[in-house]
């Protein structure tokens, strides 16, 4: 059973758990960290989710990502889950972006984006079972032409593309 901070729309703790599928409290937000990988060459990691996934099953999706576990903060979520689904040890992450979204089932949402910049092997990258099923590091070119989930990581690594013209400077 995965139990969740609720937070207020301001990203402060409210002080009550949620249980992940039960029912989610009016008005509150869980927190979610997103992780970009790109490589030293300028190439980005895409993951394959497993066939048994709930949501986007079978679907490419850019680097990493997860729900903030209690007691969590959401760059300790970001290294977590960064390294549970792609065995990528981050020593720095960059903040890249928050976005605060209620889905139309009412459910609240605090994304917080994170940039990895990694020279790891790319053939060392560690596939979690039941998360992840493959993984490929792809273009600049790719991101911008691909259809990866969720849409606002793709937004995102070309706004870091077309910001520092191909190539992104760590």
């Given at each position: 059973m995965e139990i969740w901070d609720g937070y207020y729309e301001d990203k402060t703790l409210a002080g009550v758990d949620i249980v992940r599928g039960?029912?989610?409290?009016?008005g509150l937000y869980h927190a979610v960290s997103e992780i970009i990988v790109r490589h030293a060459d300028g190439s980005f990691l895409v993951t394959k989710r497993d066939y048994a996934k709930e949501s986007h099953a079978g679907e490419w999706e850019i680097g990493a990502?997860?729900?903030?576990?209690?007691g969590e903060g959401f760059y300790d979520a970001a290294v977590r889950e960064l390294?549970?689904?792609t065995g990528?040890?981050?020593e720095k992450l960059e903040k890249i972006y928050e976005i605060t979204k209620v889905h139309e089932n009412?459910?609240?949402v605090h994304?917080?984006?994170?940039?990895?910049?990694?020279d790891m092997d790319k053939n060392n990258v560690v596939l979690q079972k039941g998360e992840t099923i493959d993984f490929k590091w792809i273009s600049a070119e790719d991101i911008v032409k691909g259809d990866y989930i969720p849409q606002r990581k793709a937004e995102y690594a070309v706004k870091i593309i077309n910001d520092n013209g191909g190539i992104y400077e760590n």
């Open positions: 039960g029912k989610f409290p009016t990502g997860g729900s903030v576990l209690k390294f549970e689904e990528i040890r981050a009412g459910v609240g994304f917080i984006g994170y940039l990895c910049v990694t």
